[in-house]
């Protein structure tokens, strides 16, 4: 049997950083996957940042839209991309996470790419939403694919046929809910806390994690976003690795802290899902980058604490169970679990630069409510 050996290397590069990212991932680790040292390597791709481009790429083209797909409507084309990330989830989460690192002549390859792609999805989206602004069209879908990519990437206790129907009516019900009315920006004049140095170091740290990745950033580049030393910044910091730990327990903190205050507030299980979605919104719209990163880089914290965060996560989670559970008694438990693990990330996706989380609500609703019955 002859094997393509570009074609192997790219699943294991794709592979590697879905489990690690890009920036922990190195090219021997790629190599050593597929039986090649890392110069052997280099006959096949020029290095690290080509086998990123060639992934990226290839998952852009593997979700092209087909023409029968975009002749039957949204949900065949959909049907079209669950199909596409079940089986390859890896490439996926790696475009999801990692498409930005991307510079140059690549990042000008990719974004030809995506107006190729985006254009029929556009098309067949607008005919079944034609409210939804054109612009407005990108980023749902990438809210979308965000959360289908972690249900995709996690073990689940569904079966292959009921989990795709699950995704496709949860993708569908966001691609279709109404548009995100515009909400006026806070008004500036108030007063309000000013943030602390602490603050600061670990507001750029978030940013730049989420730019450039976990291992991508070094605390000498922190301070210098942040206008301080390295002597100062240890001060407040032991390690790189404290500042992801601190914004970490932070991230759990608040969600944790959010799903309690909505449940215990809400009147019916269909309240409190509006509840937890606004409050869960507003921890992503008021720090940014703070859930996304805290979710994105998980592997990088101690084994300790990324199991007690994790814990502290689950139950998180069966909070959105239990109430996702309750308006959808038809679903089997696993089934719930399911689409509720996708929630954080399209909450981080959605929250993103929102002024008014309750105006993010009604997709996190759709994500968790869908438009099919799993049977």
């Known amino acids: 049997m002859v094997v393509d050996r570009k074609a192997e290397i790219l699943a294991a590069a794709a592979e590697l950083f879905a489990a690690q990212g890009f920036s922990g991932t190195s090219v021997d680790q790629i190599g050593a996957s597929v039986g090649l040292t890392g110069p052997a390597l280099y006959r096949h791709y020029r290095g690290k940042d080509a086998l990123l481009a060639a992934v990226v790429m290839d998952t852009v083209a593997a979700f092209a839209v087909s023409e029968a797909a975009s ?61 939804l602004a054109e612009d407005a069209v990108a980023p749902r879908q990438l809210a979308a694919l965000t959360a289908m990519s972690e249900v995709a990437s996690q073990p689940q206790s569904v079966a292959r046929p009921a989990l795709e129907r699950l995704l496709i009516g949860s993708m569908v019900a966001v691609l279709g809910a109404p548009p995100i009315p515009a909400a006026p920006a806070p008004d500036p004049s108030g007063w309000t806390l000013p943030p ?28 210098r976003a942040v206008g301080v030393s390295g002597p100062t910044i240890y001060s407040h910091h032991a390690s790189k690795a404290a500042i992801l730990l601190d914004a970490s327990e932070r991230a759990e903190a608040r969600l944790e802290a959010a799903a309690h205050h909505a449940v215990a507030r809400a009147a019916s299980a269909s309240d409190a899902l509006d509840r937890l979605a606004a409050a869960s919104l507003r921890v992503a719209a008021d720090d940014g980058d703070l859930v996304v990163v805290t979710s994105r880089e998980a592997a990088a914290l101690d084994a300790l604490d990324a199991r007690r965060l994790a814990r502290r996560r689950d139950e998180v989670l069966a909070t959105w169970s239990a109430v996702v559970g309750a308006l959808r008694p038809d679903l089997p438990e696993g089934a719930v679990r399911a689409v509720v693990s996708g929630v954080l990330p399209l909450v981080g996706q959605v929250g993103y630069g929102l002024h008014d989380a309750d105006v993010g609500a009604p997709l996190v609703r759709a994500w968790c409510l869908g438009e099919l019955t799993i049977v």
Do not use: C, K
């Open 71 to 131: 002749a039957d409507g949204v949900e065949a084309v959909v049907a079209e991309a669950v199909a596409v990330a079940l089986d390859g989830p890896a490439p996926l989460a790696t475009y999801v996470r990692e498409r930005h690192r991307l510079v140059g002549e690549e990042r000008e390859a990719l974004a030809r790419a995506e107006r190729r792609l985006y254009r029929p999805w556009r098309a067949v989206i607008r005919a079944a939403n034609p409210a």
């Open 196 to 223: 602390s140095r602490r603050d600061r170091i670990r507001a750029e740290a978030l940013r730049l994690f989420r730019q450039r990745g976990y291992h991508g950033v070094g605390m000498d580049e922190i301070g």
